[in-house]
């Protein structure tokens, strides 16, 4: 069993910045591609950054700029460090994972619990 936990959401004003972390733990023989996701209430989630194994990163437009996605392989954990952040940005934040578990014979996503960010004055 692959468990992925979140950590860093909370309350921020506009213009403020907070840092993510989320970290896999279990029996991890790798990690591919790790994500983070957002989904705004009554809206579809949406990928908001993604980095692979070698570093590679991508965003989302409305984040380009603010948003640095980074990873610790050797924690098995992925940060989104978010700045300039704006109402908009107000979101529950789901990190995602491509893992190959130990005696799989293909990895397999995973996500975990869910984070609130609030931009708010």
């Known amino acids: 069993q692959v468990q992925l936990v979140e950590s860093g959401g909370g309350l921020v004003q506009p213009g403020g910045s907070l840092r993510l972390s989320c970290t896999a733990s279990g029996s991890i023989f790798s990690i591919y591609v790790m994500a983070w996701y957002r989904q705004a209430p009554g809206k579809q989630r949406e990928l908001v950054a993604g980095?692979?194994?070698?570093?590679?990163?991508n965003y989302v437009d409305s984040v380009k700029g603010r948003f640095t996605i980074s990873r610790d392989n050797a924690k098995n954990t992925v940060y989104l460090q978010m700045n300039s952040l704006k109402p908009e940005d107000t979101a529950v934040y789901y990190c995602n994972a491509d893992i190959f578990e130990m005696g799989a014979v293909a990895p397999s996503g995973s996500w975990g619990q869910g984070i609130q960010v609030t931009v708010s004055s």
């Open positions: 980095i692979s194994s070698g570093g590679r990163t």
